[in-house]
């Protein structure tokens, strides 16, 4: 059973996606399966230990290592689950959401759909996500993937094999994009997105940003704005307290426009 759908229940049971945490803070994303075990440098953990507990609970390996068992966030399972291509990291999704002012009921459009990370919060968000993809592997990699969190959620998430370089079928209230040349899209944009909706492009490199700016510069789409997150935890030990050595810095630009209309005046 996904684990959205168990968002809302106390005891961990067969199916359940459960994450493992040990006292080093490693983390191992399983799914409890009758008479199952977990085989790590520490042991075997039986998956039995775990059917009936409360999430949060202990259990001993045969070796004695302790773990934690609880259900995944959203963050550890972008983290965690099996990848076709590497993934938007949870620091740049909630920037995305925000920008693209994503919502309940909202038809997205998106494309380059990777591991599926981006469907995923897309979806939690409650929109009803359109995706493209060229490569299937790809997309029955973020399919799997999606399934396995959210459940069953066909009823508002489809991938078509097919390039956004080349159109966009359908209309939208945004299109979010993690392609490698999301300039070519923005014709398509133009005549996908409705009046006043949001384009949102990642792109880990700043001369894709440029070019894509240009070609923004030159359509309808207006309020250009461009960022980076950068994400540094800091160390807190009673009185200690510092900036961690190490931070996420650069993982991509995030750029983001709205949709115009042509004056009548």
């Known amino acids: 059973m996904s684990a959205e759908s168990q968002l809302n229940r106390g005891l961990l049971a067969l199916g359940d996606l459960v994450l493992l945490t040990d006292s080093r803070s490693r983390r191992y994303l399983i799914t409890l399966e009758e008479g199952g075990e977990f085989h790590s440098h520490a042991g075997i953990t039986g998956h039995d230990l775990l059917v009936g507990q409360p999430e949060g609970s202990e259990v001993h390996s045969t070796k004695g290592q302790r773990f934690r068992a609880f259900r995944p966030t959203l963050e550890d399972y972008v983290l965690n689950m099996p990848r076709g291509a590497q993934v938007i990291y949870p620091k740049d999704l909630g920037p995305m959401m925000v920008l693209g002012d994503v919502g309940p009921g909202m038809n997205v459009f998106e494309s380059g759909i990777g591991s599926g990370a981006l469907s995923l919060m897309l979806l939690r968000s409650g929109a009803n996500v359109t995706g493209y993809e060229v490569r299937e592997d790809f997309a029955s990699r973020a399919m799997k993937n999606v399934t396995a969190f959210m459940g069953d959620v066909s009823d508002r998430y489809s991938i078509e094999i097919r390039s956004a370089y ?67 935890s800091w160390y807190v030990e009673g009185q200690a307290v510092r900036p961690d050595h190490r931070m996420v810095a650069h993982t991509a630009f995030l750029t983001r426009a709205r949709l115009a209309v042509e004056s009548k005046v």
């Open 166 to 232: 080349e159109e966009i079928d359908g209309t939208y209230d945004r299109v979010i994009l993690d392609l490698p040349e999301p300039w070519q899209v923005v014709p398509h944009a133009l005549k996908a997105l409705r009046p006043g909706g949001i384009f949102v492009a990642y792109t880990p490199s700043i001369t894709q940003v440029i070019r894509l700016r240009e070609v923004l510069n030159t359509s309808f789409f207006i309020e250009e704005k461009t960022i980076e997150v950068l994400n540094r």
